[in-house]
């Protein structure tokens, strides 16, 4: 074979030519040696046939830098990728509406507001609000045009210019599936998607059904490989083995078959972190071999329709579910829609045309056994310049893939209990959190004025407590508007207290220090991050112990705090009967009220006055750990209240109450709904006829039919892409006309802000997830 050139298999070309001469065996010297020699040659050729069963190319294949540019630019048909880029392109159009925000985008872009933002790299800035509309406008027609396959290498560069652009402007809507969306839209860009079912097939008939090379498969292929396994091997963790991650899941509504079986603790255990480990771990490996992937694609379908409950995820479990046929033989779309009606043809993919040739891929270049030349019928047999660099791109794409997850080491500056930049670390769903305190102060360092901050003033944003990186950012935005009230030179301090995992609650960041001040670069280690107490883990066992012990009107917090620091907190009026007590350790609590100060040893518990503030010290050398005990006393009392109506309306309703019921309790005959409102005089019974409301509504969108569902479903999604094309509309015009008269423009928005009935009562959904 030529350097530079495709043989057919050259191992399977020359092993024909040797078994062509077992016929001629009669009046030959060398018999035994050519029988030998073609019985050999037969044990190669199965021996490469089960190779190329399993994994759909040759060993040889492998063997030389040549041989590789040869099998991924080895011409396949496009109809699987052309139905996939149908599929990515129809999701991102309802993503853009949705989690990308163009349905809300005037309250995120607010122009004027003096609102903290945080981007990737800080001279990245929101355009004007109107601009903005027309960003995302650019990026809904760019995936509209690749859902088309219209005008498509265009269509692409500009969803992905203006996609990028929108994630790299707000890091706390990163996450791993949005970055999975741009990965894709860029592999898109540089593919030949648009060859199947698109409109740029039938403006060419050159692009029109024409074959595309193998690589295009092998990148998505590898890229979803990547996200799975990659996904299973962050779960290896201790804690999601240990089913301490996501541990809350299993009393979601979706795992109550489970729940016949077994306890709640083993469907966590087993259902909810097992199941989980091992899906992720084996769902690559189940959808690339033709034996495995039918049980592959369906427990993938599985797994991700159930996501799609348990999660806010958006779009992404559909956009996985999308690329399961990516793994099938491509031509399965062919074989799908012949079994449709003949009159649908028109508008449905090719199905009987095979495809044509193409310059993109290398051809096998035919030895005719008969004359000894090469066919060359096909359009090439060389491998060019494009060829190799497609390769060379693949090797290093790919390659990049499998290392970011693991790139931690180079940027420091990120690692904040998580893997670094969590949106490209593939770690999902590795970590829980809840915050029980966070505390903000500010110290004029020129007045020495000392004050508190709402925690999340001027941010829309939850996300920058949990990272050092947002915490900068959002430090020194206060430090930039706060002197707009009279704050003249502010030093901001943070206390925030997070549980990760069901550990103890603890400090992540150091209060003592001045976050605007404060060094950070995202290539070295954050200074004032405190050290996550892993070392405190096993005490999880013990809280799981303790919490069972207790009834249901006692709650309780389990802190964790460094040596030379301490806990400021207030216990509430509601709160009767807390104490703490100390588990390891030794604090000295001061009430300060009292100016008295105890000191405590482990297994020591202090009752606290309510209504008060008291300090907790640690004075041991290593961390204390202690826990509040308390009783929500106003809560109980309202519960008990509670049932006590609830108690005595069912004794009217079904007439064994007797005694007349005084004018205040009188709501609890009728029920009616406005009996809920103002109306009503004892706040109690009003408190309660609330509560039964909710729960009667509750109650009746669990037991709904499908079409209560659909309609309720199809009534929301109405008015939320009502809201987008007249806001966008708005924003287009203005652009175009200027802007209109304040009242007109207030009325439009308001017409655009109309919502259905239902949404103005302020219910809540099912808690753990949007019901269809």
Known sequence: MEAGTCDSTAAGASLVEKSSGQGDTSGSEGEGEKTMETAGAQRVVESTSRVKRLFGFEMMDLSSWNHLVCLL???????????????????????????????????????????????????????????????????????????????????????ISTYWYIFFLDKTAWNNHSYLYGLIGFQLTIMDANRYWSIDGLRNPKKRNAQVPLWNYTLLRSQIFIVYFIAGVKKLDADWVEGYSMSYL??????????????????????????????????????????????????????????????????????????????????????????????????????????????????????????????????????????????????????????????????????????????????????????????????DAKTGQVGYLNPGVFTQSRRWKDHGDMLKQYATCLNRNLPHYNISDPEIYFDIWVSINERFQQRIFDPRVNIVRADWSPFRANPWLMPLLVDLSPWRTK???????????????????????HLENYVSEDLGNTSVQVLQGQVNVEIVEEKKNYTLQPGEKKQLPAGAYHKVYTVSEGPSCYMYVYVNTTEAAL????????????????????????????????????????GVTDPIVRLFLKRQKRIKEVKKRREANVLERLNRFTVKKYYMFRRTFLMTAIAMRNLAVGLPPLDQLTREVAFANMKEPEANQDLKDEAGHDEL
């Open 73 to 159: 630019n080895r011409p396949t048909d496009p109809a699987s990728l052309g139905i996939f880029r149908f599929l990515f392109g129809m999701i991102m159009v309802i993503d853009i509406t949705q989690e990308r925000g163009l349905s809300h985008l005037d309250y995120k872009y607010l122009d004027g507001a003096p609102v903290c933002r945080f981007p990737l790299f800080d001279f990245l800035q929101p355009l004007p609000l109107d601009y903005m509309y027309l960003v995302y406008v650019l990026m809904f027609f760019g995936a509209i045009g690749i859902m088309l396959g219209c005008f498509y290498r265009l269509s692409c560069l500009i969803f």
């Open 250 to 443: 299993a009393n979601h509504w979706l795992f109550d078959p489970f729940r016949m079986i077994l306890p709640n603790e083993m469907v966590s255990l087993l259902v909810v972190h097992g199941g989980g480990l091992c899906l992720d771990l084996s769902a690559g490996y189940l959808l690339f071999f033709d034996a495995t992937r039918p049980y592959g694609i369906f427990f993938v379908s599985y797994f991700h329709c159930m996501n799609s409950q348990l999660f806010n995820i958006g779009m992404f479990a559909y956009t996985m579910l999308a690329t399961s046929p990516l793994f099938c033989y491509p031509d399965w779309p062919r074989r799908f829609f012949a079994h449709f009606p003949y009159f649908l043809r028109p508008v449905l993919p090719l199905t009987s045309s095979p495809p044509q040739t193409s310059t993109s891929c290398v051809y096998p270049e035919i030895q005719n056994t008969s004359t000894g030349t090469h066919d060359s019928a096909r359009k090439t047999s060389k491998t060019r310049f494009k060829h190799k660099l497609a390769t060379l791109f693949c090797i290093l794409y790919l390659a990049e893939q499998f290392f970011l997850p693991y790139s931690h080491f180079i940027t420091q500056g990120y690692n904040n209990w998580t893997n670094g930049l969590y949106g490209y670390s593939w770690d999902m769903m590795v970590h829980s959190r809840s915050h029980q305190h966070v505390k903000i102060t500010y110290r």
């Open 543 to 565: 809280f799981q112990e303790i919490e069972g012990s207790l009834d249901n009107q006692t709650e309780i917090v389990f802190i964790a705090d460094f040596p030379g620091l």
């Open 639 to 678: 519960q008990r209240n509670f049932t006590t109506l609830f108690e005595l309306q069912e004794r009217v309703r079904n007439g064994t109450e007797t005694e007349p019921l005084p004018p205040e309790l009188q709501p609890l005959i009728t029920g009616d709904d406005e009996a809920s409102g103002a």
